[in-house]
């Protein structure tokens, strides 16, 4: 029989592991149970849930330099824009887009895109979304989810409401008086910008007047350029379903502002707004392909007017805090004219033209609408009812919209 040997490594680890247990030398003690009022502790806090209203203000648009919509949502992982290269469709809001998501100035909402689901694919209408330059705003609201209660029935994916410069804005410190002149330029689509404003703003009046003009061409973009025409040269930009790169297109749009309130005394307020845009976009559409000699091109046309009456009462009141009255009035267009035809042939060499354009069909498609509406609407100041202070509001807001193609 071998005889029975320990190894050196089994002897060590016995003997850092094999330590002895120690009994209590004191014996565990008996606990009396005591009887003790606490009172209730409430905790307040806020719950940290993600944001459903996402606010842009005067100062944030400032710092992230905000010249367009597509800067507005840079930052908005929940939030873009719904675009098709020649249309702006207005934004996508959690996967939902288009007139599912509302857009209102001032808080009023304009008008839905028309398009003939038969012909869209033809690219006869102008289906975008109508706007206002972020260069007269001040405010910007952007709700996330279904909000149909304030922006109106057909916001199942949120909102988008601008609310539109003051006097007040335009001025430095404690200021009366004040002029903003901004100029900029994007390389993107070689797109130069230009505002012009004044304020005034005391204890009596608040006015402000802006311009503000657009110039530029398409998104510029890296795609392949495909093979070229035949007859044309490498560089050319190619034309049929091939193209690789945006067409070539060249906007100018106009966007105003003219806004005063003037304070009658301490109860009285009244005050007047007008603001709108104009423009048009103009696309060669090189990737349409009817036939090899066939041409088109697109003038996008847009136009709105928004006009406001108000009058304000706050009264000496123990319930009532204020009394509001608006009147407003908005005129909207938006058109798509069409110019068709072919590419005349060189009978002496038998050679496509493409120099040359000869108009076979001009279709003008527009979509004009008008809508009016009074709102009245009343404020009252904390009441006390149910052990807490409540706020009660009523508002009233006729409406008629008449809609024309």
């Known amino acids: 029989m071998k005889p029975l040997q320990m190894l050196p490594i089994a002897a060590l680890v016995g003997s850092i592991f094999g330590n002895p247990v120690l009994a209590a030398d004191e014996a565990a003690t008996e606990t009396t149970p005591v009887k003790a009022e606490i009172k209730a502790v409430r905790v307040k806090g806020q719950r940290n849930a993600p944001a459903a209203v996402e606010r842009v203000n005067l100062n944030r648009i400032k710092q992230e330099m905000i010249r367009d919509n597509k800067d507005l949502v840079r930052y908005s992982t929940d939030v873009g824009l719904s675009d098709s290269g020649r249309h702006q469709k207005g934004f996508a809001v959690r996967g939902v887009e ?3 998501v509302g857009v209102s ?3 009023v909402n304009l008008p839905d895109s028309e398009e003939n689901s038969l012909y869209a694919r033809y690219g006869n209408f102008n289906s975008s979304r109508l706007s206002i330059d972020p260069e007269l705003v001040r405010n910007i609201e952007i709700v996330k989810g279904a ?3 304030n922006t109106g029935s057909g916001a199942l994916g949120g909102g988008v409401n601008y609310q539109t410069l003051q006097g007040r804005d335009l001025l430095l410190d404690d200021r009366q008086f004040g002029v903003m002149m901004k100029n900029g330029y994007s390389t993107r689509n070689r797109e130069w910008t230009n505002t012009l404003g004044f304020g005034v703003s005391n204890d009596r009046v608040d006015a402000a007047l802006l311009y503000s003009q657009r110039r530029g061409h398409e998104t510029e973009s890296a795609g392949n350029r495909g093979y ?3 007859g044309a040269g490498k ?3 190619i034309r049929g379903s091939a193209r690789g790169i945006p067409d070539p297109s060249k906007h100018k749009y106009h966007n105003f502002l ?5 304070q009658i005394n301490d109860n009285h307020r009244i ?6 845009q104009q423009g048009h976009n103009y696309t060669v559409e090189e990737s349409y392909n009817l036939t090899a000699s066939s041409w088109r091109e697109a003038d996008d046309v847009n136009r709105r007017r928004n006009a406001n009456l108000f009058y304000e009462w706050m009264p000496d009141s123990n319930w009532l805090s204020s009394l509001k009255a608006d009147f407003d009035y908005q005129k909207t267009k938006v058109a798509a004219i069409n110019y068709k035809g072919l590419f005349p042939t060189n009978y002496t060499t038998w050679e496509t033209e493409y120099h040359k354009k000869e108009v076979g069909e001009i279709y003008n498609r527009s979509m004009d609408t008008r809508f009016k509406r009074f709102t009245l609407r009343l404020d009252s100041h904390p009441l006390q009812l149910g052990g807490g202070d409540t706020a009660c509001r009523l508002k009233l807001s006729p409406a008629a919209v008449i809609l024309k193609t």
């Open 271 to 276: 005050g007047a707004s007008l603001n709108g």
């Open 235 to 237: 560089e050319t930009n």
């Open 258 to 262: 003219g806004k005063i309130a003037y």
């Open 228 to 230: 070229p025409v035949e």
């Open 105 to 107: 100035i001032d808080g």
């Open 147 to 149: 909000d149909s209660f």
């Open 98 to 100: 288009g007139n599912r």
